[in-house]
């Protein structure tokens, strides 16, 4: 972009165009993933469905390449993209919770945190992820699972309607009602279809939660693993625990004699009678005595913002994703050995429960096309040191590959990698590929919004 289409561009939107000459150029293109570092030719930071309908239309008639962030926390980082225009949501942060009818509208950049807190002071939730940072665009097209799934389903199960522009820069709403096919694509087919300006979502009760975590030494994972993989799908669906391989990080609730060991553990959610929880886990010792066992009541907003600091933005990430539908005796060394090789204090797999609540939907009622996943799988190579990132990736592939087998075929479209091709992406997808390709073709003949795992219009190349 010049600075005369530049400049074009700034008369047209109510938002600011930060261009590569402005000072906050490069903070503003830094996303959460610190691995990803492009120059995209200019930032249109949209404050309105006005001005994303300008900027589509807008980058259509310069013949400019568009990209859209929302949280910015996507792990290939399909935000961004060197010269092109990237369509930026953030600003587009609010939540109106409505008590009555139990939902919530929210704007198309806003956050988890941001829809916890407002929820949470009614009383209320729905499914997202585990960290609060999460753009809630991303993880609502691509599906969306967290602590209440297996009580309430996936995020996407939960949307009600949604507010899009489209590829032609015209603005729609659509639900179950109104445009039934854009919206049962929006639910599971990631950002294919049009820019997701506001989310309305049904609510759940949720308020105090019971959280906690057992650990034992990594050197236990054949056990705990067979313990888990038995105890979790028979558990009642208010309880939720994701299995974990990680290095015990420094800081409470850990002991200090265990910061810094390899581990595996489960994490815990409870939406239930809290007075059962500690209950229902009493078979935890049946692996062996944990190293460590904590759960206590917590707000569910604590829970959800549990990893932030942790994990905070500006890290180096390599991530790939499998479904499971079971965890085979074959696939316990593997866990073993990646995990007693982790390469960082960081670098994490993570298993999490995707049955209960997910299952009783059918397999074509969304674009999710793994109802019969038991568990969506993440391994993850985490590091703050750039010299460190080759590392870290390989280890994560290497893991990814041991295990590929073992799983399903495909993954979830939020945990994929941007250099897995586009067999993944129809592997992911399954035989609900085809009829995507068809709502693409009504909606984006000619893929404008390619800058994501790519479904192509049917009828193309």
């Known amino acids: 972009m010049d600075g005369t289409t530049l400049g074009a561009l700034r008369d047209a939107l109510r938002g600011p165009v930060i261009g590569p000459q402005d000072d906050a150029y490069d903070e503003t293109r830094a996303i959460y993933n610190a691995m990803i570092d492009r120059r995209p030719s200019a930032f249109a930071r949209c404050v309105d469905p006005a001005d994303v309908m300008r900027t589509v239309t807008f980058a259509r008639e310069h013949g400019l390449e568009l990209?859209?962030?929302?949280?910015?926390?996507?792990?290939?980082?399909?935000?961004?993209?060197?010269?092109?225009?990237t369509l930026d949501l953030s600003l587009m942060r609010w939540v109106r919770v409505d008590p009555v009818t139990r939902t919530a509208q929210v704007g198309g950049g806003s956050q988890l945190g941001d829809l916890d807190h407002a929820a949470h002071g009614f009383g209320l939730g729905t499914p997202t992820g585990i960290i609060s940072m999460t753009g809630v665009g991303g993880l609502t097209i691509g599906g969306g699972h967290g602590y209440l799934?297996?009580?309430?389903?996936?995020?996407a199960d939960n949307l009600l309607g949604a507010d899009v522009v489209l590829a032609d820069g015209t603005f729609v709403t659509t639900s179950d009602e109104e445009r039934p096919d854009l919206f049962w694509a929006l639910r599971g087919g990631g950002g294919n279809f049009g820019i997701v300006t506001s989310f309305t979502y049904r609510l759940h009760p949720v308020g105090t939660v019971g959280g906690g975590v057992t650990v034992w030494p990594v050197d236990r994972t054949r056990e705990v693993l067979t313990w888990y993989r038995d105890f979790l799908p028979a558990a009642p669906e208010d309880v939720y625990g994701f299995f974990v391989i990680f290095v015990i990080p420094p800081g409470p609730p850990f002991p200090t004699e265990l910061h810094g060991k390899k581990s595996c553990g489960i994490v815990w959610c409870c939406t239930g009678d809290l007075d059962q929880f500690e209950a229902g886990l009493a078979t935890v010792d049946e692996p062996g005595p944990p190293a460590f066992h904590f759960t206590t009541p917590m707000p569910y907003p604590a829970l959800q913002s549990m990893f932030d600091e942790l994990i905070p933005s500006g890290y180096q990430w390599y991530w790939r994703g499998d479904f499971f539908d079971r965890i085979p005796d074959a696939a316990l060394d593997v866990h073993l050995k990646y995990g007693e090789s982790i390469p960082t204090p960081l670098s994490l797999m993570h298993l999490y429960p995707i049955d209960g609540a997910v299952h009783r939907l059918g397999r074509d009622d969304t674009a999710w096309s793994y109802r019969d996943a038991v568990w969506s799988g993440v391994f993850a190579g985490v590091d703050p040191d750039p010299a460190n990132a080759e590392i870290i990736k390989q280890w994560c592939v290497d893991y990814w590959r041991e295990m590929h087998p073992h799983s399903m075929g495909g993954a979830y479209v939020n945990f994929m990698g941007?250099?897995?091709?586009?067999?993944?992406?129809?592997?992911?997808?399954?035989?609900?590929?085809?009829?995507?390709?068809?709502?693409?073709?009504?909606y984006d003949p000619d893929n404008f919004f390619h800058h994501n795992q790519n479904i192509k219009p049917a009828g193309t190349v």
């Open 67 to 85: 990209a859209v962030r929302g949280g910015g926390h996507s792990g290939p980082g399909l935000c961004l993209v060197d010269d092109a225009l």
């Open 149 to 155: 799934t297996r009580r309430y389903g996936l995020t």
């Open 418 to 442: 941007e250099d897995e091709g586009q067999d993944r992406v129809r592997a992911t997808y399954r035989t609900h590929y085809d009829r995507l390709a068809q709502v693409k073709r009504v």
